[in-house]
C-alpha cells in the first residue's frame, strides 16, 4: 500500500524537501496507524532529521541532505562510545 497526500495525490514516498505532511488525523487513517504509532513514528523521523515537526504549523520533510543525515549518525555513534567508555 503507497499511501498519498490527500490534498494532491502524491506519494507520500514522493515528498519534496520543505514538503508539509498532511494532518495527523488523516496521515494515520491513510497508513492504517494509530495515531499515536504514527506521532512515535514521527518523534523518531524527527529525532535522526528526516522531519520537521514546527508547533502550530505542521510537520515537514527535510532535505535528507547526506550531510544532515550523517551529523545526526555521528552524533548517535559518539555518544554510544562515550556512554561505553563510562
Not at 552524533?75 to 563510562?86: I, K, L, Y
Amino acid at each position: 500500500m503507497t499511501a498519498s497526500h490527500p490534498a494532491t495525490g502524491q506519494s507520500l514516498t514522493e515528498l519534496r524537501p520543505g514538503e508539509k505532511l498532511p494532518r495527523e488525523a488523516d496521515l494515520a487513517a491513510e497508513l492504517g496507524l494509530s495515531r499515536n504509532s504514527l506521532r512515535e513514528a514521527v518523534k523518531a523521523l524527527t529525532l535522526i532529521n528526516v522531519l520537521d515537526v514546527r508547533q502550530g504549523d505542521g510537520t515537514y520533510a527535510t532535505s535528507l541532505a547526506p550531510s544532515l543525515l550523517l551529523e545526526t549518525l555521528s552524533f548517535v555513534v559518539d555518544f554510544h562510545r562515550a556512554t561505553r567508555r563510562s
